[in-house]
């Protein structure tokens, strides 16, 4: 999944305006100014549309993690340079307080069906045999049964 999407849905799923945004990447230590979470908003086809790089998407979910479960004592964890689904899954997972039955319950809401050995993959060492890959279609659907969940909606208004 492209980056702006997903930002764009946790925006819409925990109704999050422009100062929480702010305020969730100022707990990641990152200063962001309104115009630029505008810019990362917008439609691909706008002209003012600005791509959310990876990094900056690792400063947002890790200032949601902080957001949502309070402040840690300690430094503020470092953001990844490169992101892929399977930590945008275990950051909303950790973010989220949500145990593997809470995370299938969720894609279920959204009518996709995941074993619990399937997720439990998503989640392991990438040098592990075991591990796989989280596909756009899992972290999409994922997202769509978040929103069924805490919105009570099925589309994006």
Known sequence: M???DI???????????DDKMIKIFALAAEEVTRAKISDWLK?????????IYDIDL????NGFITYKRGQKEGEIPKPEKSLNNNL??????I???????????ILNLANFR????????????????????CKDQVL?????GLQIKERGVTKSE
Request: cysteine-free.
């Open 7 to 17: 930002l764009r849905r946790l925006r819409f799923i925990f109704d999050l305006n």
């Open 140 to 144: 999409r659907n994922f997202l769509y």
């Open 114 to 133: 995941l074993s619990k050995h399937e997720l439990s993959a998503f989640f392991r060492n990438p040098s592990q045999s075991q591990y796989r890959q």
């Open 58 to 61: 690792s400063k947002f979910l």
């Open 43 to 51: 439609k691909d086809d706008h002209e003012d549309f600005k791509p």
């Open 95 to 105: 973010a989220l307080s949500l145990k593997d039955d809470e995370i299938l319950e």
């Open 88 to 93: 945008v899954l275990r950051k909303l997972k």
């Open 2 to 4: 492209l980056n702006n």
